[in-house]
């Protein structure tokens, strides 16, 4: 089983939004016992609130189904029960390495440094565009795959 964290600042819009996406294609390839898939944050700021409405609307409108959760923080237990920690940008990669300290295994990467561009996910809390946003992770979660040959 492959084991995926998306991490992003709050785990209300960016992560969230991977988890379900990766999830959606997961499920459409009928490959949803292969993997297990949640998202955190890496600050403490939206832990426990519900996932962005601007997030929930933008997958809604696609037919990807959004589940009912509440914003976690990433642990540094974390780090030996997943396979890939994968956060949004750069300064996710900072703060999930002050978290779990070392990345012996090469565990830690950025979602679209998986692509043939490799770049930041722009935080929709703060541009508003969750259109751009899903484009950014569905590229992501598709390089992701191949990358891993599935």
């Not at 996406?21 to 609130?49: C, M, P, Q």
């Not at 519900?50 to 642990?75: C, D, F, M, Q, W």
Request: aromatic letters at 10%.
């Amino acid at each position: 089983m492959t084991k995926v964290m998306f991490v992003c600042l709050g785990n209300i819009c960016r992560s969230p939004m991977a988890e379900f996406v990766l999830k959606d294609l997961v499920r459409k390839r009928d490959l949803e016992s292969e993997f297990y898939i949640a998202s955190s944050a890496t600050s403490f700021e939206e832990i426990g609130n519900g996932v962005h409405y601007g997030t929930v609307e933008k997958l809604k409108s696609l037919n990807i189904p959004v589940e009912n959760r509440a914003a976690t923080k990433l642990k540094s237990s974390d780090y030996d029960k997943y396979d890939y920690i994968i956060g949004m940008e750069k300064s996710n990669i900072i703060n999930i390495m002050r978290i779990i300290g070392q990345d012996p295994e090469n565990k830690v990467y950025r979602l679209l440094d998986f692509s043939e561009n490799p770049r930041d996910i722009a935080d929709p809390w703060y541009t508003g565009n969750f259109d751009k946003t899903y484009e950014d992770i569905l590229e992501g979660c598709r390089a992701f795959l191949k990358r891993i040959n599935i």
